[in-house]
């Protein structure tokens, strides 16, 4: 039995790899973009905020403190998360990217304003979206540079403290590449995986694979398998290029990126080959797989923080594979977070690869015009 099952799906993903690899084109797509892709996002990609979360810590309790915080409530830029005080839970909400940065003034910030002494206001940013930080720490110091122009004739003296967790230096490619890791794979698996049925199809070769002793069962896994073991072979040179080209360390273990990441890769390529089945031919192929991609790179958070978009997209969002791949590689590469740090976003993945492959498989039976 299990050689009656095994042996004619490894004679079924050695066909697709072989048809992968002997097409110079599909060779060319599969590695000059990956490698044209992560220079052109490491050196360029960028993006703005116009919702920043926060916890504000009031330690004083004053009419000056006070004032502070609804000048950054009133900017249009800044959303209060309240902790009621507690530093801990507003640690733990920056850890998991609830909010992005806490601003804390002690206990003697109105004293040391009506003294003409420096008051010291503390604020911590979350690093690992570095362009991000860097951009909410610029409307912070605006905001408290316009409150001491209120106290200039008590020669204010603020002392603001910022501290960057994840990413010290704020370097934009430390934010941009681990996300790479994710994304840039999953553009050649969701081809790889969509052109798959597809090209059979047009050459007219699916038909005769559909009524071969294969179960649907093992064509659905030797139709999976080369995609992703293809992602994941893309990834690791991402990976590798990341943190030997780019030089960006690599806090986290190894292993966690990659049980993550195979179950990114599940998911995706289930999307693929339910794209590949619908698809008449190469051409649709390609098209329906470029307007899933778009959507699902826009929304992941890879170039634009989640909490920006409106709330209808960002329930939407929790359907989008690609956010929690991108944040599994990010939490992983800056954080350094564990296996058991991932699970809420491990679990999302493997829900969506129970819906899109058993979908895949439905649809290499039942839609085979």
């Not at 993006?47 to 979360?53: A, G, H, Q």
């Not at 398998?225 to 806090?251: D, E, N, R, T």
Request: charged share 15%; proline share 4%; hydrophobic share 50%.
């Amino acid at each position: 039995m299990f050689m009656n099952f095994f042996y004619p799906l490894l004679s079924l993903v050695k066909k697709e790899f072989l048809a992968v690899l002997k097409d110079k084109m599909s060779r060319t797509v599969l590695i000059f973009p990956t490698l044209v892709q992560a220079f052109l996002f490491g050196y360029v990609a960028t993006f703005d905020i116009t919702v920043v979360n926060y916890v504000y810590i009031d330690k004083d309790h004053s009419k000056e403190s006070r004032e502070l915080k609804s000048m950054l409530d009133g900017s249009g830029f800044f959303k209060e998360v309240d902790v009621e005080g507690s530093f801990n839970k507003a640690q733990k909400l920056l850890n998991d990217q609830e909010v992005l940065l806490i601003i804390s003034v002690d206990n003697t910030f109105a004293k040391k304003i009506a003294k003409s002494e420096v008051s010291q206001i503390q604020v911590i940013v979350d690093g690992r979206n570095s362009t991000t930080a860097a951009t909410a720490t610029a409307y912070v110091n605006n905001i408290i540079a316009t409150f001491s122009a209120r106290y200039a004739k008590s020669n204010v003296n603020l002392d603001i403290r910022s501290r960057n967790l994840y990413n010290v230096n704020a370097i934009t490619q430390w934010n941009i590449l681990p996300a790479l890791v994710a994304t840039l794979s999953m553009i050649q698996t969701v081809m790889l995986s969509a052109l798959s049925v597809a090209r059979e199809r047009e050459k007219g070769s699916f038909e005769q694979l559909l009524v071969t002793p294969l179960s649907s069962t093992q064509l659905l896994i030797g139709k999976a398998l080369p995609p992703i073991i293809v992602g994941l072979v893309l990834s690791l040179v991402i990976l590798f290029f990341a943190k030997f080209w780019f030089v960006v360390p690599m806090q986290g273990s190894f292993l966690s990126l990659y049980i993550g990441m195979t179950a990114f890769c599940i998911s995706i390529v289930g999307v693929g080959l339910s794209i590949s089945a619908i698809a008449r031919n190469m051409q649709q192929a390609m098209l329906y797989a470029f307007v899933f991609l778009v959507p699902v790179v826009l929304l992941s958070g890879l170039m634009s923080p989640i909490s920006n978009m409106p709330e209808a997209w960002q329930y939407a969002n929790f359907c989008n594979p690609l956010r929690y791949a991108v944040d599994i590689t990010r939490r992983v590469y800056l954080e350094g977070a564990d296996f058991m740090d991932l699970m809420h976003d491990i679990i999302p993945l493997l829900i969506i690869s129970l819906v899109t492959l058993p979908l895949a498989g439905y649809l290499f039976r039942n839609k085979t015009n």
